[in-house]
Nanobody
Framework: VQLQASGGGLVQAGGSLRLSCAAS????????MGWYRQGPGKQREAVAS???????DYADSVKGRFTISRDNAKKTVYLQMNSLKPEDADVYYC????????????????WGQGTLVTVSS
């Protein structure tokens, strides 16, 4: 099972970016999905999450500016980031709880590779 993140880049303060993260592999279902970010010398922090049922949660610092969504058919989670600030610049990682079916069902917690978001002031 792999998560492939994309959509990072350079944007001016006040601008927008949309991150995507697609899951692939022998996936039976996907439960919670989320986005985290981490900068140099900082701990990885949760940005937003979405349950299999579509309930969402956000860090206080991004509420009202970021929107997380998912397309279950495409096994993809998105993060729409608006009104970006220089302090939002970080490497963003996606994460998912994935149920795989081999001999039995197994729940895996999977991380994607990071995608860099740079915000110029």
């Amino acid at each position: 099972v792999q998560l492939q993140a994309s959509g990072g880049g350079l944007v001016q303060a006040g601008g927008s970016l949309r991150l995507s993260c697609a899951a692939s592999g022998r996936i039976f279902s996907i439960d919670d999905m989320g986005w985290y970010r981490q900068g140099p010398g900082k701990q990885r922090e949760a940005v937003a999450s979405i349950t299999g049922g579509g309930s969402t949660d956000y860090a206080d610092s991004v509420k009202g500016r970021f929107t997380i969504s998912r397309d279950n058919a495409k096994k993809t989670v998105y993060l729409q980031m608006n009104s970006l600030k220089p302090e939002d610049a970080d490497v963003y990682y996606c994460n998912a709880d994935v149920v795989v079916l081999g001999a039995t069902f197994e729940l895996l917690n999977v991380w994607g590779q990071g995608t860099l978001v740079t915000v110029s002031s």
